[in-house]
């Protein structure tokens, strides 16, 4: 059974930097692509970074901040966070797809807020 935890979220001043992690267990992580995703109230659920082999997509208004990273033997996977913006609060979740069979999997989030 797989299952995804995330930890390292928390409350950060604007222009900080946090690192989440995500563990996997029941999984070969070189199987999967990596994610991290986040919600702020009243919005949807947005893909914020993806890794897959070696290569990687960030959303927009990451890009240049965020760092998404993976290390397979570990079965983790990461997302530095730099230059923190209130506007990237949020709850942040992993979330890892079956290359083979397009399955998905989610952890239970973690809180990241960028206040003064």
């Known amino acids: 059974q797989v299952q995804l935890v995330e930890s390292g979220g928390g409350l950060v001043q604007p222009g900080g930097s946090l690192r989440l992690s995500c563990t996997g267990s029941g999984m070969t992580l070189s199987f999967y692509t990596a994610r991290w995703y986040r919600q702020s109230p009243g919005n949807q659920r947005r893909l914020v970074a993806e890794i897959s082999d070696d290569a990687t997509n960030y959303s927009d208004s990451v890009k240049g901040r965020f760092t998404i990273s993976r290390d397979d033997d570990k079965s983790m996977w990461y997302l530095e966070m730099n230059s923190l913006r209130p506007e990237d609060t949020a709850v942040y979740y992993c979330?890892?797809?079956?290359?083979?069979?397009?399955?998905?999997?989610w952890g239970k989030g973690t809180l990241v807020t960028v206040s003064s």
């Open positions: 979330n890892a797809m079956d290359q083979f069979s397009g399955r998905e999997y």
